[in-house]
């Protein structure tokens, strides 16, 4: 059975940084998309960026020049180092992936979600 494990996050101060890490594991053939979506209390699910296994990535225009994602195809692994963080990136943050495993068919999989807080 496929899954993602995030590990990461935490409390940190206003202009602090953190590092979100995500390991997919299981029958797996390929990872498509992989990529870091946040929910702050009150609102939607939204993109903070993604990464294509070629290494085209995608961000937020609220996390652009400050956040970055990465990924280690050998390890099926994603990253995400966030930097000059504020209040306004407190949120749950939960992994994704697009996966082709074994069986069944491909499709979208998420990380339980991990607690990022930024006090100011």
């Known amino acids: 059975q496929v899954q993602l494990v995030e590990s990461g996050g935490g409390l940190v101060q206003a202009g602090g940084s953190l590092g979100l890490s995500c390991t997919a594991s299981g029958s797996i053939v390929r990872i498509d998309a992989m990529g870091w979506y946040r929910q702050a209390p009150g609102k939607q699910r939204e993109l903070v960026a993604r990464t294509l296994r070629e290494g085209t990535t995608k961000y937020a225009d609220s996390v652009k020049g400050r956040f970055t994602i990465s990924r280690d195809n050998a390890k099926n692994t994603v990253y995400l180092q966030m930097n000059n963080l504020t209040s306004e990136d407190t949120a749950v943050y939960y992994c994704?992936?697009?996966?082709?495993?074994?069986?069944?068919?491909?499709?979208?999989?998420w990380g339980q979600g991990t607690q990022v807080t930024v006090s100011s």
């Open positions: 994704h992936a697009y996966i082709f495993p074994v069986r069944p068919d491909p499709q979208d999989y």
